[in-house]
């Protein structure tokens, strides 16, 4: 069952993170840039939530569980189907990129969401995904105080390792990353950071891999 509750009790309280945390905001959207592909034609968002990353990346699709996300999502633009990123309601081999931005820390099953991005990509489409890893230091700030945060006390935070690992296992490869967010907490909004090769001192990763042709 996806978690949605507190993304529908509290949609506007996870949205005004984004604009309390700006630096930290536009640092990711850059992240996730450096490895959005030029020229894709047609991309989705899975798990697009209020639509903060899709309007930066020029994705007009997504889909998303939570209605109260999506109503956000679609006051900004974005065309959103309801659905889980483990059975998307999308057509095979229709899009050439799809986004998952944080979403994998609260689905039920990562190998199953991978294999639905799979399947819906085309031969030579691209999967871009940005995550907090478990053993940065955000992830693990985030793991001791969970009980206090309505939204990550149901996550679940995966090494870089474990996630390039599923996703290979699910057929993508090529599998290319960034990081940034390497400070820490304390500086994390004190200016947009350029995102750099690798994932080992990140608190926040992009991974790109391609569905083979």
């Given amino acids: 069952m996806a978690k949605t509750k507190p993304f529908d009790n509290y949609s506007d309280e996870y949205d005004r993170w984004f604009d309390e945390n700006e630096q930290a905001y536009q640092s990711e959207v850059l992240a996730m840039q450096e490895l959005i592909p030029e020229g894709f034609e047609k991309g989705v968002e899975i798990g697009v939530g209020t639509g903060r990353f899709a309007t930066q990346l020029g994705i007009g699709e997504g889909v998303e569980p939570s209605n109260s996300m999506a109503e956000v999502a679609r006051d900004r633009g974005v065309h959103v189907i309801r659905g889980k990123a483990e059975d998307l309601p999308l057509e ?20 199953q969401s991978f294999q639905e991005a799979q399947r819906i990509l085309e031969d030579g489409g691209q999967l871009v995904l940005g995550f ?12 001791t105080n969970e009980a206090d945060d309505r939204f990550y006390s149901i996550a679940n935070f995966f090494t870089a390792e ?6 290979e296992s699910a057929g993508f490869d090529s599998l290319e990353s960034v990081q940034t967010l390497t400070k820490g907490l304390e500086e994390a909004n004190a200016a947009v950071e350029e995102p750099s090769q690798g994932h080992e001192e990140g608190s926040f990763v992009v991974v790109k891999g391609g569905k083979s042709r």
């Fill in 162 to 167: 474990e996630v390039f690992a599923a996703m």
């Fill in 92 to 111: 095979d081999e229709s899009y050439d990129l799809a986004v998952m931005v944080t979403t994998i820390c609260f689905v039920d099953d990562l190998e």
């Fill in 132 to 143: 907090v890893p478990g053993d940065s230091e955000i992830g693990r700030f985030y793991k």
